[in-house]
């Protein structure tokens, strides 16, 4: 990692490690990609009628397509 900080503990997915680690600015998440649609499931709207935050729908919405994308893309060479 660029500031050597902490990383959050491993993950575990069936068995395989997944990890959540800050690089710099930036946030790097790491799952297989067998667990990639359940997390686009875990991260849909709430049914409930309640109140909702209009900035963590956009993250969750953004968050779902970014996952989306990743699925379906070619990977890359060395990753």
């Known amino acids: 990692m660029a500031d050597g ?3 959050v503990p491993d993950l575990a997915f069936d068995g395989e490690a997944s990890s959540i680690k800050r690089d710099g600015e930036h946030l ?3 799952l297989p ?3 990639a649609h359940s997390l686009r499931v875990a991260l849909q709207p709430c049914p ?3 109140a909702k935050s209009a900035s963590t729908a956009d993250i969750r919405i953004r968050m779902s ?3 989306a994308k990743a ?4 990977p890359r060479d060395g990753g």
């Open 5 to 7: 900080a902490p990383s």
């Open 28 to 30: 790097v998440i790491r």
């Open 33 to 35: 990609i067998v667990e």
């Open 48 to 50: 409930c009628k309640g």
């Open 65 to 67: 397509k970014a996952i």
């Open 71 to 74: 699925i379906f893309a070619k």
